[in-house]
T-cell receptor, first 116, second 116 residues
Framework: DTAVSQTPKYLVTQMGNDKSIKCEQN?????MYWYKQDSKKFLKIMFS???????INETVPNRFSPKSPDKAHLNLHINSLELGDSAVYFC???????????????FGPGTRLTVL | AQKVTQAQTEISVVEKEDVTLDCVYE???????LFWYKQPPSGELVFLIR??????QNEISGRYSWNFQKSTSSFNFTITASQVVDSAVYFC?????????????FGQGTRLTINP
């Protein structure tokens, strides 16, 4: 069974379009994340939700809007796509225990977004 | 602010050689967690190890070993008797707890190529 899944795996679209990436985890985790990996492989956190509440928002343009309908899902909607949005987007999840915050994050397979 | 530096952008060795990947971090937290992730050519991110700041014991897992030195803020990763399958980009990361979510700050990654 896939622990963290993302759809689609590849997304090719024109500038100006709106697109969404979906993420689902079946690990029972409370916390989910979106990361962006640019063409130089640099990984940076974008958002994090804990129990459907937005916890981390890392100065991402407001064209990016995460939505968490429930604990197991965290979707990423991007409006007015720009060339610079081309990247690989990774979803991740982790479990938080009070007093033991350092649990590993499990990553999805990534979605490669290409904006033409 | 949290920062992770992996000064080695690319390393290339011949199979069966030992190789060490360096990781230096900066944090003001007294409690923190360090991670190593592997990203093979297929693109997924694979968790390798977690280490908390209170545990300075070195760890060995098969051909992999990790050397955590708080005095020098380093968390280096050694692969013994490297194999072609070890070829990947390796990321060191530092976590910051933010209201139940973990913000992972990644280094730039080290691309390791093992030549037959």
């Amino acid at each position: 069974d896939t622990a963290v899944s993302q759809t689609p795996k590849y997304l090719v679209t024109q500038m100006g379009n709106d697109k969404s990436i979906k993420c689902e985890q079946n690990l029972g985790h409370d916390t989910m994340y979106w990361y962006k990996q640019d063409s130089k492989k640099f990984l940076k956190i974008m958002f994090s939700y804990n129990n459907k509440e937005l916890i981390i928002n890392e100065t991402v343009p407001n064209r990016f809007s995460p939505k968490s309908p429930d604990k197991a899902h965290l979707n990423l909607h991007i409006n007015s796509l720009e060339l610079g949005d081309s990247a690989v987007y990774f979803c991740a999840s982790s479990q938080y225990f009070t007093g033991r915050p350092g649990n590993e994050q499990f990553f999805g397979p990534g979605t490669r977004l290409t904006v033409l | 602010a949290q920062k992770v530096t992996q000064a080695q952008t690319e390393i290339s060795v011949v199979e069966k050689e030992d190789v060490t990947l360096d990781c230096v971090y900066e944090t003001r937290d007294t409690t923190y967690y360090l991670f190593w992730y592997k990203q093979p050519p297929s693109g997924e991110l694979v968790f390798l190890i977690r280490r908390n700041s209170f545990d300075e014991q070195n760890e060995i897992s098969g051909r992999y070993s990790w050397n955590f030195q708080k005095s020098t803020s380093s968390f280096n990763f050694t692969i013994t008797a490297s194999q072609v399958v070890d070829s990947a980009v390796y990321f060191c990361a530092l976590s910051e707890n933010v209201q139940g979510a973990q913000k992972l700050v990644f280094g730039q990654g080290t691309r390791l190529t093992i030549n037959p």
